[in-house]
């Protein structure tokens, strides 16, 4: 059987589903009577009529799924499924160009947060609603992309979500299968979700504002329903409540999990991963408030640290959302946080870039090359904890690093052949790689991205979707042995 049925067959499932996610903004559009009704009323009537129509059709058709039909679906998930995200838009507003519309969906089910609209403020509140939903599923979807879509594909699942986290998670502490560990794992991220959302309307903010802006914290996403992003609310309490709750979606929702389950702070002292991170972003709170401080950027140090903090945290958990135009700061910090969004966020989190354990991995195989130098005979493993690494996970590093390094470079020269300028060009690629959102000087927080030509605003798409998927599994499409029998 064509294993290009079963992908279709998954797709149009996917597709289905999107169309019931459109009704709940059709139901919130015609209570508030924002005058998008029609326009999520088509939306999710050609999505239900096309994902059924390639449903239906193919429910007799085996399920098995090649490791090639694996990538394949993901690939096309990914990409093709934000076009169906793009309907209501579009239809809302004619004036909106099919790229500007895909970049702005790609944006949200990557939880990059990038945006081209400006007027936020005035979009329709089932609009607003529809973006951060786009977040928040998609927040959903990547874990469950990590421990069951992976394994079909040969590249992880549980045994990657385990392997990449050697000493952090056992796989004892989790469910035994994989549809009880994605359902355990959604049920702790749609239970610090809620908790998000009553700690902010709590801190001031009002309902909807709330459920948006848990919606990006808990998805890392950084969409906002205002152009000054979280600046609107001037509110110390409202940027303490999101900089913990970035935090946490920040961390390895399998050690949420297990720490629910026991009860117990101890999982997050014996998660290395989780220790390495918070012991880096929170350090470089307190550096980066130093340097701001001491360039007279604010007043006084307590400030500089309100400020520091909250803007920084965000940008290294590949959140996004800002308080200030961090553009304007002396350019140690953003760029500093700009490096700290490619290294910072765990595995099994919702944040993007290389992964804080993938970081851990390939610093201790530069020290044990360098103890190797001094004992060219002795016999030392890696270790995570009592974890011992293997080669084979070190190689998979090592080639994914590489991988990622070199993405970033072709696409920055494709930005500056594009004549964007480098600041722009080098920052729009780091932020879309790594799902952070707001980078610099054209793409600036204090802008966005719709000053972008089609092709710069294509390219800085590629580059969310190449993010978000890990690279190998649209990569591998060009890889011409993968196409061969």
């Known amino acids: 059987m064509n294993p290009i049925f079963t992908i279709v067959h998954i797709f149009g499932l996917v597709t289905v589903g999107f169309s019931g996610l459109m009704a709940t903004c059709l139901l919130t559009s015609a209570i508030a009577d924002d005058g998008a009704t029609s326009a999520f009323l088509q939306g999710s009537l050609i999505t239900l009529l096309l994902g059924a129509l390639m449903f239906i059709p193919t429910l007799s058709i ?13 690939a096309i998930t990914w990409s093709i499924t934000p076009v169906f995200c793009t309907l209501p838009l579009m239809i ?7 790229i500007d519309a895909y970049f702005e969906t790609v944006s949200g089910l990557t939880t990059t947060g990038a945006t081209v609209f400006s007027g936020l403020d005035q979009l329709p509140m089932s609009i ?7 977040h928040w599923i998609a927040g959903m979807g990547i874990i469950i992309f990590a421990v069951a879509i992976l394994p079909i594909l040969g590249i992880g699942g549980m045994q990657m979500y385990i392997a990449e986290s050697p000493g952090t998670v056992k796989e004892s502490d989790l469910p035994p299968r994989i549809a009880q560990t994605a359902k355990a794992l959604w049920l702790v991220y749609a239970g610090i979700t809620l908790a998000c ?13 709330a459920i948006c802006h ?27 409540v999101l900089i913990i709750f970035q935090l946490l979606a920040a961390i390895n929702f399998a050690t949420h999990f297990v720490a629910i389950r026991k009860r117990s702070f101890t999982p997050y002292i014996d998660d ?23 360039a007279g950027t604010y007043p006084d140090f307590l ?9 920084l945290v965000s940008i290294a958990t590949d959140c996004g959302l800002t308080t200030q135009n961090f553009n304007q700061w002396p350019i140690f910090v953003p760029m500093w946080m700009l490096f700290l969004s490619c290294i910072s966020a765990s595995s099994g989190s919702t944040g993007g870039g290389i992964r804080m354990i993938r970081t851990i991995i390939l610093m201790k195989q530069a ?26 996970i070190v190689a998979s590093v090592t080639g994914f690093i590489f991988l990622y390094f070199i993405s970033i470079v072709i696409l920055v020269f494709m930005l500056l052949l594009s004549g964007m300028d480098f600041i722009s060009a080098f920052s729009a690629i780091i932020a879309c790689f790594n799902n952070a959102g707001p980078g610099l000087s054209q793409v600036g927080p204090a802008t966005n991205y719709g000053s972008l030509s089609d092709i710069q605003t294509g390219v800085c798409t590629f580059a969310m979707l190449l993010g978000r998927v890990q690279i190998f599994s649209i990569i591998i499409l060009f890889v011409p042995e993968f196409w061969k029998k």
């Open 214 to 240: 848990a919606f990006s914290a808990m998805s890392l996403g950084g969409f906002s329903t205002h152009d000054s992003s979280v600046g609107f609310f001037n509110s110390l309490s409202i940027e303490v």
């Open 272 to 294: 290395r991963e989780a220790r390495t991170f918070l012991v880096l972003v929170l350090g470089s709170c307190l550096i980066t408030a130093s340097v701001l401080w001491h």
């Open 367 to 392: 020290r044990l090359e360098l103890f190797k130098f001094i004992h060219p005979f002795a016999v030392k493993s890696m270790k995570i904890g009592d974890t011992v690494v293997s080669n084979k």
């Open 92 to 98: 809302y507003l004619p004036e909106l160009s099919f």
């Open 62 to 74: 085996p399920k098995k799924v090649s490791r090639q039909a694996g990538f394949l679906m993901v």
């Open 128 to 134: 607003n609603l529809w973006r951060h939903e786009l």
């Open 197 to 209: 959302i009553i700690a902010l309307r709590l801190a001031g903010m009002s309902w909807f504002d």
């Open 303 to 311: 400030t500089a640290l309100r400020y520091a903090t909250f803007n």
